[in-house]
């Protein structure tokens, strides 16, 4: 159940108009400005929130998860879309499973790991038209999201967008500070900005887990679950896929946006660097190591003894961010990595390699294939343009991409051998309502 309040963020977009009147004693000025009103939901009601819808077409998609034939994509907020992808030339759309709050995932033996707005849930996917959840933590994501005062039972899910106008004295005190003010018990005003209110829209049988595109949060090593937020890293013990177990939380520092599990290292991606973790002994990682950089959006990925990191400028990498390119990062020495080269960039999102083959989503700029036979001397074998690229699983000579405008699927051959263009074989488009 979602309440409205009347409390009210407002933000951004201030235009000025003064209206200058005949008279010389009267003068009004006129602002217009965006409203942001608050959304609250109850946390007791996340538990009666999850369930199938019939399918739907992608709207607003996130990140998405391969596991075994399935396909399962994000859509942001709201839920997953559960795809049937045996043949990748026609994906079957099974279900939408509602999940409010949902962004990250991970699957393991079937079962599906997902935020459900504050909460985690363990929900069992062995029959993808038949889940069931199995189990719930409370509160694991409470950070994330801004709560109703001292209430821990109101939590602020979303906000609705007004636009309105103030008329004003040209005499009156100023009702702007320079940065905003605060009028009323939760009504905040800002100007030149925007208030960013969510932080963020193996023992025994090798267990059968899927695969995360570079964006990802939650990643999974040997029995432990790890999910990471702006400045921690949860374990889970997840012996018993079906019952999670909360273990430690580990302060990693600030701006942490992804994490990456190769062999018996945890790669973290931040705002400020990446940041590489000995997960040797799996209930409790240490960190050996960080390579530092200027403020942007940083994901990772790592092969043999290269880490591959794009930096991405833009507002939401922060105040400040500013520069776009590839880092190639010598990693043999985990407490010492060293920059290899810098490779200039349009503006890189999500990335994903497979053998020699590097993909880089470069957003409105389409998707980059590079041959990484030479990390000093990356070869661009192929452009695709006329895509918003977001994120890419590349696995088993099987490409999937998401972006803004579509899932793209593709195969490709290993480049170390040969130069091959990626082959398409399926488009799902996002089909957003009229608004």
């Not at 759309?93 to 709050?101: H, R, V, Y």
């Not at 393991?108 to 889940?131: E, H, K, Q």
């Not at 595109?213 to 029995?223: H, L, V």
Request: proline residues 6%; charged residues 20%; contains cysteine.
């Amino acid at each position: 159940m979602k309440h409205s309040s009347t409390s009210a963020l407002l933000s951004g977009l201030v235009v000025l108009l003064p209206l200058l009147q005949a008279c010389t004693d009267v003068c009004e000025s006129t602002t217009t400005y965006t409203v942001y009103e608050p959304v609250f939901t109850m946390a007791a009601d996340l538990k009666t929130s999850i369930g199938y819808e019939a399918p739907r077409d992608l709207h607003e998609p996130g990140k998405i998860y391969r596991y075994g034939d399935y396909l399962l994509v994000n859509e942001l907020h709201e839920g997953l879309h559960i795809f049937d992808n045996k043949d990748p030339q026609r994906p079957v759309n099974l279900k939408f499973l509602a999940i409010p709050g949902n962004v990250d995932m991970a699957l393991r033996d079937g079962i599906l790991y997902a935020d459900n707005y504050v909460d985690l849930v363990a929900i069992d996917l062995t029959d993808p038209l038949a889940a069931r959840v199995t189990e719930r933590i409370p509160n694991v994501f409470a950070h994330n999201y801004n709560w109703a005062g001292t209430d821990s039972t109101l939590f602020i899910s979303d906000w609705q967008e007004t636009e309105q106008v103030k008329l004003s004295d040209c005499q009156e005190a100023p009702w702007n500070n320079g940065q905003g003010w605060r009028e009323g018990d939760g009504i905040i005003v800002l100007f030149g900005g925007f208030a960013n209110t969510k932080a963020y829209s193996s023992s025994g049988a090798a267990p059968q887990v899927g695969v995360a595109g570079s964006m990802a949060r939650f990643a999974q090593y040997d029995r432990y679950l790890y999910t990471v937020g702006p400045s921690d890293m949860r374990l889970y013990d997840v012996s018993t896929p079906t019952t999670p177990v909360p273990g430690p939380v580990l302060n990693v520092g600030f701006g942490v946006e992804t994490i990456f599990a190769y062999k018996d290292m945890l790669y973290l991606g931040s705002s400020f660097g990446m940041y590489i973790y000995d997960n040797s002994d799996p209930r409790q990682p240490v960190q050996l190591g960080q390579y530092p950089h200027v403020l942007s959006c940083d994901p990772v990925v790592v092969q043999d003894d290269y880490a591959y990191v794009t930096l991405r400028s833009g507002s939401l990498c922060g105040v400040g961010a500013w520069t776009d390119q590839l880092m190639v990062i010598d990693v043999r020495k985990p407490s010492n990595p060293t920059l290899l080269k810098t490779y200039p960039m349009t503006n890189p999102h999500g990335l994903s390699i497979d053998g020699c083959n590097l993909f880089i989503c470069e957003g409105t700029d389409g998707l980059k294939t590079f041959k990484t036979t030479d990390p000093e001397q990356l070869e661009l074998v192929q452009h695709l343009t006329g895509m918003d690229a977001y994120d890419v699983i590349a696995y088993d000579d099987l490409l999937i991409m998401i972006g803004k405008d579509g899932l793209y699927q593709y195969t490709y051959t290993d480049f170390c051998q040969q130069t091959a263009a990626l082959q398409p074989l399926s488009v799902i488009p996002v089909k957003r309502p009229a608004s």
